[in-house]
């Protein structure tokens, strides 16, 4: 119901430079889901703050005219309406967390712009992700010192002023009374009354209730049970959580595959058709498999990790509690804007109730999924296993703090006898074998913003390892019974800043180096004044103070060691950490280039190494003599070594000239050269093999389009050189069958000079890595050629060696040599 | 009759052997697996899928006990396996005999003999083929001789019609494998029967060189030297211990004689016969990519990601079928973190591969009605 006169609300005056309008019809009409949010993101700017509202606007703005004055209960209660009715969803009250009530980033989008336009209530996105509780928004609002002035009353109520909304804000820990009022969507709650502004709320300190917030769910800890060790047996029967995400949808096939383990997966949804299809949709969208023989060993239970029990029923969680023999705790809400008490429910109080699980009925090993966030804090001088973790009070992000209080809960719990294993992986990055990724890791987010910009911060250490490895030795650990209940950092082969960069100069994607704030400035500058949808994530992480403290800890902390960890990969034959270099994050880099979130050197772009390449000959008839004489002017060029070694081409520019094709020379339009097609295998059976093939389009001064083909072939001779020289072309009319053909030629005296002497690097690489991309480039251009040009002979000196008798020819040669001399034998006896 | 049994799990799956024999007379193995559940032994309307091992392996390889086999997925998914030693199974005695056969042998008698009597015994059932390494190859022959018309459709594992080493396998299996055809007639893989004194103790001191944690030599020459080519057979961590342990009973010892065939074929990268024109194999083709025009059921090209045996066999394969025969119904799919014959034998191979295969089979099974 909108407001009117009659509910005591005016309709609220638009303000422009505010009006979501536009923004919330395009949210409406876009597409919903994680895979938009980037776009969505990306089309609005990131709502004003009170402050910035006020301060954009240059003056104050002066009472709306009907606008409704607000209460804090009031206005919380009208936001719980409001984000009800968007999230359609009945049991929210004010003090639920909308993401955890399945608010979405895309939902906080549109809850910020429904706000705004039918509240008149202009929160910045950020203060949604802080904390997403309605009470804590409408407080936020209320109690910011840089609120807009407050409207006038509606006159028609003409009601007496009520008193002042006093005191500080009450702690927001799980007992605190919090308004009670169950949304009922489509139900708008307007002030019906007269209400005097909260002026006097404070401001909030989010970090003080932080930090209450947290002693507050670690106490819960002291309320668990307690319990006996678990058998030590590898389980035969796992509860795995966040199996729908990046890692966890990894660890349930790794489990699958390497132990004899029934997982029960939790997954939320109404059904389990629904939360198997979630699963399934999970699986697929990281490339792992989901099929019949899959389902043979899953169970898909469906719950929430949010609710008490987990949202399940007495006889589920009993029957779980004495059958189960392992629990892992995958699941985490993994955002980097939202604060600590919008993360908790998930990454603390979550992992807290399966550590009631773990410990209720038959005693089980909890293996939870930590991260060395619990390090995060910036200057901290070690990270071992079993290294003092950060103090909480230095943490600034809510994810640093959740991940920190949960292992400190889960502490507690070992106290009380909960055999309870923290792995902690710092990065995951993307699979190297399928190149399946997490877009919203950091270090996704990285490598992103310095492939597309070739611009880095300076990076201590990358303290990261594929998904792939992570899973791997996570799901050994949670298999093998010595190793629970201790440490692990699965951080693998920390990389260093000099060979990322060396890594980016072989494929010729050099980078520049910037300190880290410089580097800040840079990349926020950038995407002001060109932003990119697929960096909106990245952007958003580094506009937000929290997020900023979370990458500069993450590239300027020490490297992370596990010596507990790489002595359980030795003695468990498990593969060992190896560096993330560019070979492993070849997939991850096609699969991100796919996606957008890199961009890979195009034809387009200033080449990366180029020469030129002339060529002469005849041309004729296609069915007569080549008489005409012909010539190529061409340059050939490589955007990178990546198009060279992954896609064995080379790109083409230049002229062709032939009076048979048109008078004036003919343009290539586009061109292209494709190294050894097809490895080289013969176009029909024979020694003929390719070696290049040549494929122009071409344009004469008419404007007319032809094309040409030309093949450089490896033949059994010994002419080698000539081979590699010559090209036997066919051309014709633009969608029309060849009308000539003709042999073409590099002169050999302007072979070396062009293709060897000749070769150009871009100018703007220093001299050394100039050197480095003209070496790379003929090394791999002649081992190519190389290989190419021998093929034909191998194969017909093999015919040769065919003929060669083999050992049970010899066996019979050397059985008859015996019979003969055996013979002579006798007869000289004889 | 040499053949060795089976060494399938018997409290899941009824064995029918069938005394086969090739029209040249080499004895082959043939036998039928029905499930032991009442349903199953009843069923008659299943489609049919012939299983092809690789060389030097046999049909112990998709009934593999201690794992869910490829046999076990078949029959749960409604299929008939049958299975093929052709004369390249090491539960038969060719590879060690004195007796040489090729490629040819298996392409003209072995696999269209087969194929034939399993199409007298299930009538107008749909029959499919499932084969690999040099085994698909060898179908790959038959396919595009017109010898096995009409199926119903095709999975070649790990390589079909372009065959692909890496260079160290061109040096060592190539020129090393050129010395060796003259000294050895065969290269055996039980260390067990070989023993510490025999000529074939270098071969496996080579092996051995680059073994890491594993201290069986069996696995050695299969996994670091793949019978002195130089190649990989599988990723060691994918095997299940007992498929580890019993690497002798899975692969047998690999003929000398055969690797000429093989270079010339590999040199190539194309599938082509030994035997040139006159010599009784006229049927076959000359070069059989430029006859794969003949191929008349769709394909599935299945490869490991870590193949270190014919590497981008498959990748490669599809890329020219695609290219120069575009009719033709060809797929290809990678199984991430799987090796050469893992994607059988791999203990977790139910999980990552037989589900390509079970929807291909289902998509030309549902097609088909």
């Not at chain 1, 919008?342 to 009925?361: D, H, I, K, Q, Y």
């Not at chain 1, 990322?500 to 990349?523: C, I, P, S, T, Y």
């Not at chain 1, 390719?690 to 040409?708: E, I, K, T, V």
């Not at chain 1, 293709?755 to 070496?775: C, F, H, T, W, Y």
């Given at each position: ?7 005591g609300?005016d ?18 009409s ?11 993101l990306a ?37 719980v ?5 968007l ?21 906080a ?15 910045s996105?950020?203060d ?48 605190a009374?919090?308004a ?14 007269t ?24 106490a ?20 795995l ?17 390497h ?6 997966c ?23 498999p ?10 898909v ?18 029957l ?19 604060g600590?008490?919008?993360l ?18 038959r ?5 939870h ?18 290294d ?7 943490l600034t ?14 502490r507690r ?6 055999k ?35 611009v880095?911060?300076?990076i201590?250490y ?5 998904v ?35 890594d ?14 410089v ?5 926020l500058?950038r ?7 697929e ?5 958003r ?67 990366h ?13 296609a ?12 340059t ?15 790109d ?53 389009g ?6 450089k ?6 002419d ?20 000539l ?23 703007n ?8 991309a003209?070496?790379?480039?003929l090394?791999w ?9 021998l093929e ?19 066996d019979?040669?050397?059985y ?12 000289h006896?004889? | ?7 399938a ?14 029209s040249?007379?080499t004895e ?12 199953d ?10 299983l092809l ?8 390889m998709f009934?593999?006990p ?10 749960s ?24 056969y090729?490629?040819?042998?298996v ?5 269209p ?19 690999h390494?040099l085994?698909a190859?060898s ?15 095709v ?24 010395w060796?055809?003259s ?31 594993c ?32 690497l ?18 590999e040199?190539?990268?194309t ?5 040139t024109?006159g ?14 025009d ?33 009719d ?21 191979a139910a ?19």
């Amino acid at each position: 119901m909108n407001p009117s006169p009659e509910t005591g609300g005016d309709v609220p005056a638009r303000h422009h430079e505010v009006d979501r309008q536009h923004e919330g019809e395009l949210i409406e009409s876009g597409p919903r889901g994680s895979a938009a949010i980037a776009g969505l993101l990306a089309r609005f700017q990131p709502p004003p703050s009170p402050r910035q509202s006020v301060d954009s606007t240059n003056a104050p703005q002066g009472p709306v005219s009907g606008t409704p004055a607000w209460g804090l209960e009031q206005l919380a209660k009208a936001i719980v309406s409001k984000a009800a009715a968007l999230l359609d969803i009945k049991e929210i009250d004010t003090e639920t967390d909308l993401f955890d009530a399945g608010a979405t980033s895309v939902d906080a989008v549109r809850l910020v712009a429904v706000l705004d336009r039918e509240l008149n209530v202009r929160l910045s996105l950020d203060d949604v992700f802080a904390d997403a509780r309605p009470r804590r928004l409408a407080q936020r609002w209320l109690g910011s010192p840089t609120k807009r002035p407050l409207p006038e009353a509606p006159a028609a109520t003409g009601a007496p002023v009520a008193p002042a909304a006093t005191g500080a804000p009450e702690l927001p820990v799980a007992s605190a009374p919090s308004a009670t009022t169950t949304a009922s969507q489509g139900t708008d709650i307007m002030p019906t009354e007269t209400v005097t502004p909260d002026e006097t709320l404070p401001v909030l300190d989010d970090h003080a209730e932080d930090l209450a917030l947290i002693m507050a769910d670690l106490a819960r800890a002291d309320q668990l049970p307690w319990c006996g060790d678990p058998e030590p047996v590898p389980p035969r029967r796992v509860l795995l959580t966040g199996v729908t995400g990046f890692l966890g949808g990894h660890m349930l096939l790794d489990l699958l595959r390497h132990s004899d383990a029934h997982v029960v997966c939790l997954v939320r949804g109404d059904t389990v058709q629904d939360a198997e299809r979630r699963l399934a949709e999970g699986l697929a969208g990281f490339s792992l498999p989901w099929s019949a023989e899959i389902r043979r060993r899953v169970t898909v239970l469906p719950g929430d990790l949010r609710r008490p029990r987990l949202g399940l029923t007495d006889e589920q969680w009993e029957l779980l509690a004495n059958e189960l023999d392992s629990v892992v705790s995958v699941a985490a809400a993994v955002d980097f804007l939202r604060g600590y008490p919008s993360l908790r429910r998930t990454n603390v109080l979550g992992v807290l109730t399966l550590a009631e699980l773990a410990m209720t009925g038959r005693p089980k090993p909890l293996h939870h999924i930590s991260s060395i966030a619990v390090f995060n804090e910036i200057g901290i001088a070690s990270m071992g296993e079993d290294d003092p973790v950060a103090h909480v009070d230095r943490l600034t992000a809510g994810y640093d703090k959740s991940k920190w209080a949960a292992e400190a809960a889960l502490r507690r719990a070992r106290d009380r006898g909960l055999k309870a294993t923290f792995l902690r992986p710092g990065g995951i990055v993307g699979h190297t074998r399928t190149g399946a990724y997490n877009p919203h890791d950091i270090n996704t987010g990285l490598f992103s913003a310095i492939s597309r910009y070739r611009v880095a911060p300076k990076i201590n250490y990358s303290n990261s390892a594929p998904v792939d490895w992570v899973s791997r030795v996570a799901t050994a650990v949670i298999c093998e019974p010595s190793g629970w209940g201790q440490n692990y950092h699965l951080t693998g082969r920390p990389d260093t800043l000099t060979e990322m960069v060396r890594d980016q100069e072989l494929g010729g994607l050099n980078v520049r180096v910037m300190a880290w704030d410089v580097w800040l400035k840079d990349f926020l500058a950038r995407c002001e004044s060109d932003p990119v949808p697929e960096l909106e994530f990245m952007a958003r992480v580094l506009r937000n103070p929290a997020g900023q403290k979370i990458v500069e800890a993450s590239v300027t902390a020490p490297m992370a060691t596990g010596e507990r960890t790489e002595a359980f990969v030795a003695r468990h034959k498990l593969p060992p950490p190896t560096r993330y270099d560019a070979q492993a994050r070849l997939k991850s880099y096609e699969r991100m280039a796919r996606d957008g979130l890199v961009i890979l050197p195009h034809r387009d772009d200033p080449p990366h190494l180029w020469f030129r390449e002339t060529m002469r000959g005849k041309v004729g008839p296609a069915d007569g003599k080549p008489d005409t004489h012909c010539s190529f002017a061409l340059t050939l060029s490589i955007a990178s070594m990546y198009q060279l070694v992954q896609h064995r081409t080379i790109d083409v520019r230049g002229t062709v000239s032939c009076s048979l094709l048109h008078p004036d020379p003919l343009t290539v339009d586009d061109g292209e050269i494709w190294v050894r097609p097809h490895e080289g295998v013969p176009h029909r059976h024979g020694l003929d093999h390719p070696l290049l093939r040549y494929r122009l389009a071409l344009r004469d001064s008419d404007g007319n389009g032809w094309w040409l083909e030309g093949w450089k072939t490896a033949r059994a001779r010994f002419d080698y050189m000539k081979q590699a020289r010559t090209l036997t072309i066919r051309a014709g009319r633009e969608g029309e069958p060849a009308s000539l053909a003709g042999t073409m030629r590099v002169p050999k005296k302007s072979y070396k000079r062009e293709q060897i002497d000749g070769i150009r690097v871009n100018p703007n690489l220093s001299m050394r890595e100039q050197r480095i991309a003209k070496l790379a480039w003929l090394t791999w251009f002649s081992a190519q050629l190389g290989q190419g040009l021998l093929e034909p002979t191998l194969r017909a000196g093999a015919e040769l060696l065919d003929l060669r008798p083999d050992a049970i020819d010899l066996d019979k040669d050397r059985y008859q040599a015996k019979l003969k001399q055996w013979e002579k034998d006798r007869k000289h006896l004889r | 009759m040499t053949l060795r049994p089976l060494y399938a799990p018997m409290d899941r799956v009824t064995v029918e052997q069938i005394p086969f024999h090739a029209s040249d007379g080499t004895e082959l193995g043939l036998s039928r697996l029905i499930a032991n559940t009442p349903t199953d032994q009843n069923g008659t309307d299943r489609p049919a899928v012939l299983l092809l091992h690789g060389l030097t392996a046999s049909a112990d390889m998709f009934v593999l006990p201690e794992t869910r086999n490829l046999v076990d997925v078949l029959l749960s998914a409604g299929y008939e396996p049958w299975l093929l030693d052709w004369r390249g199974s090491c539960r038969l005695p060719h590879n060690e005999g004195r007796v040489r056969y090729t490629f040819d042998d298996v392409a003209l008698y072995d696999i269209p003999e087969a194929v034939s009597y399993i199409r007298d015994r299930i009538g107008r059932r749909q029959l499919f083929v499932v084969a690999h390494c040099l085994g698909a190859l060898s179908l790959s022959l038959s396919m595009t001789g017109g010898l096995v018309p009409g199926l119903a459709g095709v999975v070649a594992q790990g390589v079909f019609m372009t065959p692909k080493y890496s260079a160290r396998s061109r040096l060592l299996g190539h020129l090393g494998g050129e010395w060796g055809r003259s000294r050895w007639t065969h290269l055996p893989v039980d260390f067990t029967k070989v023993g510490f004194r025999s000529r074939y103790t270098p071969m496996f001191a080579l092996a051995s060189l680059s073994a890491g944690d594993c201290d069986d030599p069996t696995c050695h020459i299969l996994h670091n030297s793949a019978w002195g080519t130089g190649a990989s057979l599988y990723v060691h961590e994918n095997l299940h211990e007992r498929t580890h342990n019993r690497l002798a009973e899975l692969f047998g010892s690999a003929p000398t004689w055969i690797g000429p065939h093989l270079r010339r074929m590999e040199l190539a990268h194309t599938a082509m016969p030994w035997n040139t024109a006159g010599q009784g194999y006229d049927q076959l083709p000359e070069n059989a990519l430029d006859s794969a025009d003949r191929i008349d059921c769709p394909v599935l090209l299945l490869a490991g990601s870590d193949n270190k045996t014919f590497h981008d066999s498959n990748e490669l394969c599809y890329d020219i079928l695609s290219s120069r025969h575009p009719d033709l119904d060809v797929r290809y799919v990678e199984i991430p973190g799987y090796g050469h014959v893992d994607p059988f034998i791999g203990r977790g191979a139910a999980l990552d591969v037989f589900g390509h295969i079970v929807d291909f089979l289902d998509e030309r099974s549902a097609a088909s009605t």
